[in-house]
């Protein structure tokens, strides 16, 4: 699941539901808390949501991840994209998963309202991901629709979930009155899309401004 939580202003309790409903094993979040209390803010979600902690918040710049126990957490890792004066920082998490004995990395990320800061944050990850050897997963809110450099450039060589399951024209942002897809899941090849849904209900509508994408994914042996 790759979840914009809009920074947890919204119902809380409608929140919960929402994810609980989907059962995910894993989810990336954008606009988790990343400042005063953070940690603790982290503990209360994975304790609403039925999940554990996996990594991110601060220092990711507010993507963070979030597992249940059938995943096994290896490593987790941040990166933070340049300041540009006047603007939000932003960065992501990485998250080294196993299930069974299959390996991959997980990775949220949220872009730049910004077209040129977007399309230069789209290739500073882009570059770490070649660095990944494991097959990996993208989730974030890029702020842009399909066609934007960004965009593009990050999901050079991966699969658009969306896509693969046609469902490109299903729209993911605002809640109120949805009519863009600027959120997306990409993943490796090496993994088999089984089904792709945007989560739109009364709850979800309740909980965010974002709705929540989740993909069920067959690993690779």
């Known amino acids: 699941m790759s979840y914009n939580i809009h920074q947890s202003k919204d119902d809380l309790r409608a929140l919960a539901s929402v994810i609980r409903s989907e059962a995910p094993d894993l989810?990336?979040?954008?606009?988790?808390?990343r400042r005063f209390r953070w940690r603790a803010k982290h503990a209360r979600l994975a304790r609403d949501w039925g999940m554990t902690y996996a990594g991110g918040g601060l220092w990711a710049l507010?993507?963070?991840?979030?597992?249940?126990?059938?995943?096994?957490?290896?490593?987790?890792?941040h990166t933070q994209f340049p300041l540009t004066p006047g603007r939000h920082m932003r960065g992501a998490v990485f998250l080294r998963l196993s299930v069974g004995r299959t390996r991959f990395v997980a990775v949220g990320t949220h872009l730049?309202?910004?077209?040129?800061?977007?399309?230069s944050q789209g290739r500073l990850l882009k570059e770490q991901l070649?660095?990944?050897e494991e097959p990996?997963?993208?989730?974030?809110?890029?702020?842009?629709?399909?066609?934007?450099s960004g965009w593009r450039t990050i999901v050079d060589g991966l699969v658009d979930a969306a896509e693969a399951?046609?469902?490109?024209?299903?729209?993911?942002?605002?809640?109120?009155?949805?009519?863009?897809?600027?959120?997306?899941?990409?993943?490796?090849?090496?993994?088999?899309?089984?089904?792709?849904?945007?989560?739109?209900t009364p709850e979800s509508r309740r909980a965010s401004d974002h709705f929540p994408l989740v993909a069920d994914l067959t690993l690779p042996e």
Request: proline content about 4%.
């Open 165 to 200: 399951k046609d469902c490109a024209g299903s729209h993911t942002f605002p809640c109120r009155a949805p009519d863009r897809r600027i959120d997306g899941i990409f993943v490796d090849e090496r993994f088999n899309v089984e089904d792709f849904r945007v989560v739109d």
């Open 130 to 132: 070649r660095d990944i």
């Open 62 to 77: 507010g993507n963070s991840g979030f597992t249940t126990l059938r995943l096994r957490v290896h490593e987790s890792w």
């Open 112 to 119: 730049s309202l910004d077209a040129t800061e977007r399309a």
């Open 136 to 148: 990996v997963v993208v989730c974030g809110d890029f702020n842009e629709d399909a066609g934007g």
């Open 27 to 33: 989810i990336l979040v954008q606009e988790a808390p």
